[in-house]
């Protein structure tokens, strides 16, 4: 391997097969990767700072692109005169990756629900963008949320959800506690500078409201925060909206009832500029979650709750999910027929109906915003 370097010094860095044609056959010598004097060890050098600096003005060039798309859409134009986003914005896949960094990654996002972690040792997983996470309630009671990746070798470590009394790695077994420590590491004689304290898992901030369970992947809560303390999430995720869902019964007791998921193959933002997030009518409530999977497929995860004196009643429970159903399948097939469009090279921007679609006209104003920041 590289030794000290000086003035016309041979370096030899490591041998590499290669290969010889003869009558068809390939045969494998071993041979030096490279024999490289002072000159050539600075001209690869300056190749690989060059690359680097290749991939960070790419950076800039993609931010630069996906900026401009942005400002396509006039927010302060009324809607009487607007025109929608363009349909760059529902198919470029950089567009995509901005959107995760500027909207998904950034404030409380809601990813469940209280009753999926209702006693302890409950867990459930998701991912967000390239982000797996598994949520808990440990021993004590205590709401916690870590990226559900080991930090041995990156596996996965839990999926689905249930019950669990610790995370055990598939991979080579290593073990974490549900507060997330490392109780567990296999395959580790004779490693050196190791820290057990360390490597435990990666938290995320989790906080709860009403029903809902919400992770925030950018900012960090002190070690003490409490994840039942509304008016920090009201104010920072709902902001004045609060009082609204609260009078609307969204953070009342109702009971839960299932989960219906369904993956369409249309960007999330046809999905979310016709469907409510949360439904409230009668005795229902029904919560959509849309989750971005790529520039062209999303899933939308329901989940059903009822007032309590009618979680027993079976047959009303039953036609009215029939009749959900029916909904949910008219707008996968309208979704996927846009999408279809919106990759036509005949559309680039459309038109709002004023008198109906102002919810629509709203929810690209708040999206333009958030993609400024």
Not at 41 to 64: D, F, M, Q
Not at 201 to 208: G, P
Not at 224 to 248: F, P, Q
């Amino acid at each position: 391997m590289a030794a000290m370097i000086g003035s016309g010094q041979t370096i030899k860095t490591g041998l590499q097969p290669t290969l010889s044609h003869q009558r068809g056959h390939c045969r494998f010598y071993q041979t030096p990767i490279s024999t490289l004097t002072t000159e050539n060890w600075r001209r690869r050098r300056s190749i690989t700072v060059a690359s680097c600096s290749l991939h960070h003005n790419s950076e800039n060039s993609l931010k630069s692109h996906c900026e401009k798309l942005v400002h396509e859409f006039d927010p302060e134009v009324p809607i009487e005169k607007a025109l929608t986003p363009p349909s760059s914005w529902y198919t470029d896949a950089s567009f995509y990756d901005f959107e995760l960094d500027r909207v998904f990654y950034r404030g409380w996002q809601a990813v469940g629900y209280t009753e999926q972690i209702k006693e302890p040792r409950d867990f459930f997983t998701g991912r967000l963008g390239t982000v797996e996470f598994v949520v808990c309630r440990d021993e004590k009671g205590k709401v916690q949320a870590f990226h559900n990746v080991c930090r041995h070798h990156a596996s996965i470590l839990a999926s689905g959800s249930g019950q669990k009394t610790c995370f055990v790695c598939p991979y080579h077994g290593w073990t974490y506690g549900l507060d997330g420590a490392l109780r567990k590491a296999t395959r580790i004689t004779g490693i050196q500078n190791f820290n057990v304290n360390e490597f435990g898992l990666i938290a995320i901030d989790v906080a709860v409201w009403g029903p809902f369970v919400l992770l925030n992947l950018e900012r960090k809560m002190s070690p003490d925060y409490d994840v039942g303390d509304n008016d920090l999430v009201e104010n920072e995720w709902l902001g004045s909206t609060s009082e609204l869902l609260k009078c609307g019964g969204v953070d009342t007791s109702l009971s839960y009832l299932f989960r219906r998921e369904y993956t369409i193959d249309c960007n999330w933002k046809v999905l979310a500029s016709i469907s409510s997030t949360i439904s409230r009518y009668g005795p229902w409530m029904d919560t959509n979650l849309v989750v971005p999977l790529g520039p062209r497929k999303c899933q939308v995860i329901f989940d059903y709750f009822i007032e309590p004196h009618l979680k027993d009643d079976k047959s009303f429970i039953e036609q009215s999910l029939i009749d959900s159903e029916k909904v949910q399948m008219e707008d996968i097939i309208l979704c996927d027929g846009v999408q279809r469009g919106l990759e036509s090279p005949a559309y680039c921007s459309g038109r709002y109906a004023p008198t109906v679609e102002n919810a629509m006209y709203h929810f690209h104003q708040l999206l333009h915003s958030n993609l400024c920041m």
